[in-house]
């Protein structure tokens, strides 16, 4: 009995320490970023003996508000009023927000009120109004039709505004309520188009009203359709098609009553319709692709091949065909070499034709039917397709087909032809393959030129880091000699010079605007810094120093998202050359380590911290608000389903798809996963990535096929198109991050 009433004791101590330790990852996500991000910063400004006063006490104060804590928020605020006028429409709107929080709207309405003792902007004006119209929408004293008149107010006034949307979804709703239906559906209509859809509540709403309104024209019905079918809704996207095409039959013109012509002849074949011929085409394309999504496969062909039989042979159509034709490509391949055939006569250097060559091509590749492949790949080459994305790499996979053959010499011949091209990511991997080449033929000095050219020209790519890597295993530098990309140790000072230096501007940004955002973020009124960095943004976006400067700054304000957005601007901007040797702050800028104590603690020693921070960077850049377009959330970019396994995994009760955008709750779940990833392909991470990016299937297939290979020709076989760049890019952080950080910390 005693040893029972131990071990519950441990059990029980155990819960309340996990509880201590998991608490944060149950703060809602919505209540994330200000309860732990903001707070948890300002609650150091607060405490730092080292800052003014007054910097403290609003620091205090935003800490109250972030938190929840709004009495006493309340009143910090009321007395900090009156020691700072120039922070007082700023006060004000933090006191009404308070109000409005606390469901206090008369008195919200009176701090709004009192505005009129203070200079106020036009931004100031739209943020009050909108405050004073979400007041009206939660006063249970207001009829609906006041809420309707309290939205339509804020519409007028600011129609365009980032808040209108959600106002006119709102204005929309008690439109409904007070009978106005005609008027509801409008702007739900409205409200869709704008991609504002809070739980499918707005397309239940014109569901809603289409049955119970009065009848609606075709031309009603088809634009509803379109935004239904643009939301990756193939079921009913299809229903309303045909309900659409049903509609128009009964309204259209009868056919014998239409005098055929040699100009009209095809309206005349085509079945009976009041459409003009363009939106009947948008109409059957889009019953197409319906069908396709619905897995209606032999449907989905059939109706293409009414378009392109009976209307006419646009190329988009005819590859769509050929894509469902290789479903079953043994039993279709004469249909498929016909419509081949017909896609290369109608649209010879189109993009639907490039990527038709470069699918054979691969295709013929994998099967080690090497002629053919190179046959394709030598007509996806031609100048007269640009730069098409996949005419970019057809020289390359020759090189890599000669390569295979071990045809050494063909291949180095191949890969310094396709290393002059100008398009960065090919011709980086052509010099790496070059230099494969070389090494094979035993001349090792155009080898080591080729690894070193590599990596002068594109120094924090993947290819670059596979060339270190190879000039070290093949004993062609001294280890010292070999330049890693760990950045050039620089003072502050120096760094902004060595920038400013890069940009073709000369001059600096305003450096009043900068102090006033890093201002209003230490005294905590984080949204309106943000507001005002916009303002300065559209004038300087393109400038390096600016965008170094405000993204350090946001991410020392644990505004992670809007921090990165601002460093991969940079990274497109500068010359990637000069980052060989740019200063390691700049680097450690593009690489950063958010959450670092939290993904450190996580991965331990099962997992490199640094492979974390690569896989994070590529999926989410950083937003832990941010979803995919199909489904998945957050930082490290987690399917609700394989979010809601891992959490059975880990214990974890009443998990709810939106818990994935809680940052410390995904990034567990998100290391759990790699974790078991790693341990399920024998830290094999190329397949951990192919995993994670295509799912299990896929990648076990590459796994198998790519047994006994080396890993360059591994990753260039993986067939997926996005996976096979995902894979390289997210290696490539990787690799890169380990240079920069490891040992530093």
């Not at 040699?262 to 009041?274: I, N, Q």
């Not at 960095?533 to 559209?538: L, V």
């Not at 998202?561 to 680097?587: E, H």
Request: glycine share 4%.
């Amino acid at each position: 009995m005693f040893r029972l009433k131990i071990i519950s004791f441990l059990v029980f101590l155990f819960s309340v320490f996990s509880f201590s330790q998991d608490s944060l990852e149950q703060v809602s996500p919505e209540k994330f970023q200000n309860q732990i991000l903001r707070s948890e910063r300002l609650k150091k400004i607060a405490a730092d003996s080292s800052r003014s006063k007054e910097q403290r006490e609003f620091a205090n104060a935003a800490v109250l508000y972030y938190s929840g804590k709004f009495d006493e928020a309340s009143k910090q605020y009321e007395s900090l009023l009156t020691q700072n006028d120039s922070l007082a429409g700023n006060i004000l709107l933090r006191l009404a927000e308070i109000h409005l929080q606390s469901k206090n709207f008369t008195e919200l309405r009176k701090t709004l009120f009192r505005a009129g003792n203070f200079l106020t902007t036009a931004s100031w004006e739209r943020k009050a109004l909108y405050l004073r119209t979400k007041a009206s929408l939660l006063d249970s004293t207001l009829s609906e039709s006041d809420k309707v008149d309290s939205t339509a107010l804020f519409l007028n006034h600011f129609p365009k505004s980032s808040e209108a949307t959600e106002i006119r979804f709102q204005y929309a709703k008690y439109s409904e309520a007070i009978g106005n239906k005609k008027q509801a559906k409008k702007a739900y209509l409205r409200v869709l188009a704008a991609g504002y859809n809070p739980e499918d509540s707005t397309f239940n709403a014109v569901r809603r009203l289409r049955t119970d309104s009065e009848e609606e024209t075709v031309e009603e019905k088809w634009a509803y359709t379109q935004i239904v079918c643009k939301n990756g809704k193939p079921e009913e996207c299809l229903s309303l098609i045909d309900s659409v095409l049903a509609l128009d039959s009964l309204n259209a013109m009868p056919k014998d009553s239409i005098l055929e012509t040699a100009e009209d002849s095809l309206l005349f074949r085509l079945p009976p319709s009041h459409f003009d011929l363009e939106t009947r085409k948008k109409i059957w394309e889009k019953r197409a692709v319906a069908l396709r999504g619905a897995g209606k496969t032999e449907e989905s062909y059939k109706q293409f091949r009414f378009l392109i039989d009976s209307v006419e042979t646009k190329a988009l159509w005819i590859q769509s065909s050929i894509k469902l034709l290789r479903k079953d490509e043994e039993k279709n391949s004469k249909e498929i070499a016909k419509l081949d055939s017909l896609l290369e006569e109608i649209n010879k250097f189109g993009n639907e034709n490039a990527n038709n060559l470069w699918l054979r091509g691969f295709e013929f590749e994998q099967k080690k039917k090497y002629k053919q492949a190179i046959e394709c790949y030598k007509k996806l080459n031609h100048a007269k397709f640009k730069s098409n994305k996949k005419r970019q790499w057809a020289l390359f996979r020759i090189g890599l087909i000669y390569l295979k053959q071990n045809n050494y010499e063909q291949a180095a011949k191949t890969f310094e032809e396709a290393s002059k091209l100008p398009f960065t990511w090919s011709a980086s991997g052509a010099r790496m393959f070059l230099g494969d080449s070389y090494l094979a033929l035993g001349n090792d000095s155009l080898a080591r030129k080729a690894y070193l050219d590599c990596i002068k020209d594109f120094p924090l790519g993947y290819y670059a880091h596979r060339s270190r890597e190879k000039l070290l295993s093949a004993n062609l530098l001294p280890k010292e000699n070999i330049p890693l990309a760990k950045g050039t140790p620089l003072s502050e000072k120096e760094t902004l010079q060595w920038i400013q230096k890069q940009q073709k501007r000369p001059g600096s940004f305003s450096n009043t605007t900068f102090l006033n955002v890093q201002k209003l973020l230490d005294y905590g009124f984080v949204e309106n810094a943000l507001e005002l960095f916009q303002t300065d943004y559209a004038k300087n976006s393109k400038r390096l120093d600016f965008l170094y400067a405000y993204g350090n700054l946001f991410l020392e304000a644990n505004e992670v998202a809007q921090a990165y957005r601002l460093a991969r601007a940079f990274q497109n901007r500068i010359d990637r050359k000069v980052l060989a040797d740019a200063p390691v702050s700049v680097l450690r800028f593009l690489y950063p380590l958010p959450y670092k104590e939290r993904v450190f603690e996580k991965a331990g020693s099962a997992i490199d911290p640094y492979f974390v921070y690569s896989v994070m960077r590529q999926e989410s850049i950083f937003d832990f608000q941010i979803t995919s377009p199909v489904g998945a959330r957050g930082l490290l970019q987690i399917m609700p389903a394989t979010g809601k396994t891992l959490a059975e995994l880990e214990g974890i009760q009443n998990f709810e798809p939106d818990n994935l955008y809680n940052a410390y709750l995904n990034i567990r779940l998100g290391i759990r996963y790699l974790i078991d990833l790693k341990q399920e392909y024998n830290n094999d991470y190329m397949y951990v990535l192919g995993n994670y990016n295509a799912g299990p299937k896929p990648a076990k297939r590459w796994q198998k096929a790519g047994e006994g290979l080396s890993w360059d020709l591994r990753a260039e076989d993986i067939s997926y198109w996005e996976t096979r760049d995902y894979v390289k890019r997210v290696m490539g952080n990787y690799w890169i991050y380990q240079e920069i950080w490891k040992g530093s910390l």
